[in-house]
T-cell receptor, first 114, second 114 residues
Framework: DAGVTQSPTHLIKTRGQQVTLRCSPK?????VSWYQQALGQGPQFIFQ???????QRGNFPDRFSGHQFPNYSSELNVNALLLGDSALYLC?????????????FGAGTRLSVL | DQQVKQNSPSLSVQEGRISILNCDYT??????FLWYKKYPAEGPTFLIS?????DKNEDGRFTVFLNKSAKHLSLHIVPSQPGDSAVYFC?????????????FGTGTLLAVQP
């Protein structure tokens, strides 16, 4: 059973560029959440998608946007990249019905903005 | 405002001894707490959780204690093993279900010495 998969694993961009990160949820999961983990910090919630709609959003600017596809996979887009966007971006999936408050994480995409 | 705090950045214990990792929170609305373990180059892995209606939950070598009046929880690992060496994150959420955003602490690096 494949877990949460994210691509790419590493990415280098320059300031002002745009980036798209991808996530495939664990089999049977319908909800995808995105987190940003800066160096030395814990993951911070960006937003969550369910039924192809953004359901919750953390304290991130509109430069951060996302999408969920009918197969439950998801993309995170960041426009007008800033140096401060350099971080590990984690995708987590869960099942709305199974509950248990457990979100399963992928290995993340390491984004470096130069 | 750091709603979930892990005040010890690191902890070193001897193999076979008890490891105690601590976490404090400020938001009294939190009603579900989780511990995740993270190895380098991997995503956080779910370890154990506890609902606010309980004060203790055990799973093998791992026990989580919740003191609601003190807004404090702790993770006990007995006996500690070298493979437990990782960063441990405490996380909290409001409301039941797997779709609520998780608020993470900054993590504690546990080193178990052989």
């Amino acid at each position: 059973d494949a877990g949460v998969t994210q691509s790419p694993t590493h990415l280098i961009k320059t300031r002002g560029q745009q980036v798209t990160l991808r996530c495939s949820p664990k089999s049977g999961h319908d909800t995808v959440s995105w987190y940003q983990q800066a160096l030395g910090q814990g993951p911070q919630f960006i937003f969550q998608y369910y039924e192809e709609e953004e359901r919750q959003r953390g304290n991130f600017p509109d430069r951060f946007s996302g999408h969920q596809f009918p197969n439950y996979s998801s993309e995170l887009n960041v426009n007008a990249l800033l140096l401060g966007d350099s971080a590990l971006y984690l995708c987590a999936s869960s099942n709305r019905v199974l509950a248990k408050n457990i979100q399963y994480f992928g290995a993340g995409t390491r984004l470096s903005v130069l | 405002d750091q709603q979930v705090k892990q005040n010890s950045p690191s902890l070193s214990v001897q193999e076979g001894r008890i490891s105690i990792l601590n976490c404090d929170y400020t938001n009294s609305m939190f009603d579900y707490f989780l511990w995740y373990k993270k190895y380098p180059a991997e995503g956080p892995t779910f370890l154990i959780s506890i609902s606010s209606i309980k004060d203790k939950n055990e799973d093998g070598r791992f026990t989580v204690f919740l003191n609601k009046s003190a807004k404090h929880l702790s993770l006990h690992i007995v006996p500690s093993q070298p493979g437990d060496s990782a960063v441990y994150f405490c996380a909290a959420s409001v409301g039941g279900g797997a779709t609520n955003k998780l608020i993470f602490g900054t993590g504690t690096l546990l080193a178990v010495q052989p």
